[in-house]
């Protein structure tokens, strides 16, 4: 298993949004960030050998982090084509040998089998079994669109298609996703401060770059 920092610049090579969509939040996912969050999940048992799912992948960083840590294989979900482009591009530059996907769809009603769908459904099974997913996702927050807790939607399919996720929200949201969790067969095993360091892309922007206080949740999903 390599170390966090060689994980972090492995991952530097991955390229952000072109032309970044302010209504879809689309933010890049720090490196640091990243191979901290797929760092973590392969200390738990939750990447090595398991199917893996980012849900609203962008272009591809915690997908990309998780494929180098062996798993069954991964799939990058994202409702925007343009970025899922740049993901496939992303995908050359890291060099990874796993079973990389990248599936156009809303990640909030994505066609992934749900654990308890029988082997008749017409979804997308993203694995052999439906016992052992892992979900990893930077889901938008909310903090554009007047609309708090955007996250909802994307835990509540990690809900549906996962036995474990690990998600990204904004500062103080233990309480919201505690709650979402305990109503959704959900516990949250583990949670630990994060920072998003997010560049000047968009006109409302007055600073070249700023940090923003975020959370990472471990949650495990019966």
Known sequence: M???SALAQRLA?????????????????????AAHLIHVADLQGDI????????????????LGAALRGPESVVGIDIDPDPLRTARENERRVGTTADVSWI???ATDAPLRSRAASTD????????????????????????NDNEHA?????????????????VHNANSSEFVEAFAD???????????AELDLPRQFEFHEADSRTVDAEVFRITWE
Do not use: C, K, W
């Open 13 to 33: 090579v991955v390229a952000g949004f072109e032309d970044p969509q302010v209504g879809l939040e689309q933010y890049p996912t720090p490196p640091d960030l």
């Open 2 to 4: 390599s170390s966090v």
């Open 104 to 106: 156009r769809a809303d």
């Open 121 to 144: 459904t017409e979804e997308v099974p993203p694995h052999e079994s439906d016992t052992s997913t892992t979900v990893v996702m930077n889901p938008p927050f909310g903090a554009q």
């Open 151 to 167: 996250d909802r939607a994307f835990l509540a399919t990690a809900a549906r298609v996962a036995t474990v996720s690990y998600s």
């Open 183 to 193: 109503d959704n067969g959900g516990e949250v095993t583990r949670a630990y401060g």
């Open 48 to 63: 090595e050998g398991r199917p893996v799912i980012d849900l609203g992948t962008g272009t591809g960083m915690l997908a």
